[in-house]
């Protein structure tokens, strides 16, 4: 059985598919995540347990075409230090391509849930790409993420759900485990003063998470002693203090960190963008030696953060 709900709110959209756990949805709807329900708190402690076999049987299994970005991304380390295990219900901001989707889906598996966040119409509409032609395809969306991401699974795999940062969480409010947001932050930082998108996106990611819950965070990383101006997302870069502060403004407490996506090379000035690094190395144009010298640093230095809501 497949059920896909659409709601429409200012032209935006929730698209939810049970992906044939129609049963199962109506007993998490009622409960999960509810701390004061024993059934419940067994569920999450089951889930609770990150599954390093199972998680090596997946990133063996990808494309040699993602393989090659494991020495910069180091998704299982990553996904163990953010405490991500099967079974679990999570949301993942901006998953663009699917890079992380497509090892979530089998991950996750069959007892999990799978939210894809993206930024509302309105925070689209902020940049100067978007023309009319690219909003229309961006109300469809949440449609497309749950109707790709079901067919990554041929044998069941979790819940998936679409929505966006601007939708109220209405019957998904306390029921995620996990919010990871990956190389997310920048542009929601940058179009702050514009509309309080990062403000609006961090509110929703605490209204959907069940007490307790965390949100694991890669970022790309400026050096602390940059000038906020330059630091605001703009270049791409946030300086981990402000992400700090912006979560603790938000009702999140820091937990902990980790350099194991740090890359001690790239030290970014107040001239420099973040895409000059690969996988882009946008600005080069045919300068052959300025590519060499920025394809030497690798990918952008990160910060690695796991916060609990409060």
């Not at 059934?39 to 990808?62: H, N, R």
């Not at 890079?99 to 999990?112: A, F, H, N, R, S």
């Amino acid at each position: 059985m497949r059920k896909i709900l659409t709601l429409t709110a200012a032209a935006l959209f929730l698209v939810a598919c049970s992906n044939g756990h129609a049963d199962k949805s109506a007993e998490t709807d009622a409960g999960y995540g509810d701390e004061s329900s024993p059934s419940s708190a067994v569920t999450y402690e089951k889930a609770a347990a990150f599954d390093s076999a199972k998680l090596a049987g997946i990133l063996a299994a990808q494309p040699a075409e993602a393989k090659a970005r494991f020495g910069s991304r180091h998704p299982a380390e990553t996904l163990e230090f953010f405490g991500i295990a099967p079974g679990m219900a999570v949301a993942e901001a901006l998953p663009g391509g699917g890079w992380y989707t497509k090892i979530l889906v089998p991950y996750l598996g069959d007892e999990g849930k799978l939210v894809g966040i993206d930024y509302g119409l309105d925070m689209w509409q902020e940049f100067d790409f978007a023309n009319e032609a690219f909003i229309e395809r961006m109300k469809k969306w949440p449609v497309e993420f749950v109707t790709k991401t079901e067919a990554l699974s041929t044998t069941g795999g979790p819940e998936i759900s679409a929505t966006t940062f601007s939708i109220a969480p209405g019957k998904m409010s306390g029921k995620l485990d996990a919010v990871i947001f990956v190389r997310a932050l920048h542009n929601l930082s940058r179009f702050e003063s514009e509309g309080q998108y990062m403000t609006q996106a961090l509110t929703t990611t605490r209204d959907l998470l069940k007490p307790g819950g965390i949100v694991g965070v890669v970022q790309h990383r400026a050096p602390a002693d940059s000038e906020d101006t330059w630091a605001d997302g703009s270049a791409g870069y946030l300086k981990q203090a402000n992400v700090i502060a912006a979560f603790d403004a938000a009702g999140f407490d820091f937990v902990k960190s980790s350099e194991i996506n740090a890359n001690p090379k790239d030290k970014p000035s107040g001239d420099d963008v973040v895409w000059r690094l690969p996988p882009s190395l946008r600005g080069a144009g045919d300068d052959a030696a300025l590519k060499a010298k920025h394809a030497a640093i690798g990918e952008s230095d990160r910060m690695t953060l796991v916060f609990k809501k409060r």
